[in-house]
């Protein structure tokens, strides 16, 4: 059964937060090309590392709380 505390997010990143770092990274917001782009390679990105960061976090979190 899934409970609220199942369901919750534990980091989002929003388009706002792509496009807050875009624009103080080169000065503008993203166009709707670039925006579409720039978030699968956020997905890209962020897919090929979970499996290592969710390893890692269960294992610190055990050695830390055993």
């Known amino acids: 059964m899934k409970t609220q505390e199942n369901l919750q997010v534990?980091?989002?990143i929003t388009v706002e937060d792509l496009q807050d770092d875009a624009v103080r990274r080169i000065g503008r917001k993203l166009?709707?090309?670039?925006l579409?782009?720039?978030k699968k390679c956020v997905e890209w990105g962020l897919s090929s590392i979970v499996d290592i960061t969710l390893k890692s976090a269960i294992e610190e979190a055990v050695d830390k709380n055993n």
């Not at 166009?31 to 670039?34: A, I, L, R, S």
């Open 10 to 12: 534990i980091y989002p």
């Open 31 to 34: 166009n709707d090309d670039e």
């Open 36 to 38: 579409h782009t720039a």
